[in-house]
């Protein structure tokens, strides 16, 4: 399963603020810099993010931006989904043969197994995760 650019950046974003997580807003370019993103892009991102309830953002000084829950409770599902919309539903194709509804079929089987997947996976966990690579240990990479 090929993720998007906008949903890497907006994952790899949502654990830089989980590792923020009871320390205050956060500035986006800050935490975009400190994570070799784009500021301009992150700040696209953070419009579907609020949306969703999965972000807070505070203007002036003193502002910036933070999870709106702990991070126990957001699930990267939740964060791709809020970017990119439902995963792995592809368009449906009438009169397809019965070969083509198979494969149809067997596609949609993986993308729900990858949507398992996401949905168990909080951004605490990979926020954990992030923080034993960076202590050196053999961890899982995001």
């Known amino acids: 399963m090929k993720g998007t650019a906008k949903g890497r950046y907006g994952l790899q974003f949502m654990v830089g603020l989980a590792l923020q997580a009871g320390r205050g807003p956060v500035l986006v370019e800050d935490l975009a810099r400190s994570q070799s993103l784009p500021p301009k892009f992150i700040r696209v991102l953070l419009g579907p993010l609020k949306t969703a309830g999965l972000v807070k953002a505070q203007r002036g000084a003193g502002g910036g931006c933070e999870l709106a829950r ?13 970017l990119e919309g439902r995963l792995g539903t592809g368009p449906s194709e009438p009169g ?9 079929e067997t596609w949609l089987q993986a993308a729900e197994a990858a949507r398992a997947v996401l949905k168990a996976t909080t951004l605490a966990d990979l926020a954990a995760r992030q923080q034993a690579l960076e202590a050196g240990s053999h961890g899982y990479a995001i």
């Open 70 to 82: 702990h991070p126990t409770r957001i699930t990267a599902l939740e964060v791709l989904e809020a």
């Open 96 to 104: 397809a043969s019965v070969s083509a509804c198979t494969v149809r």
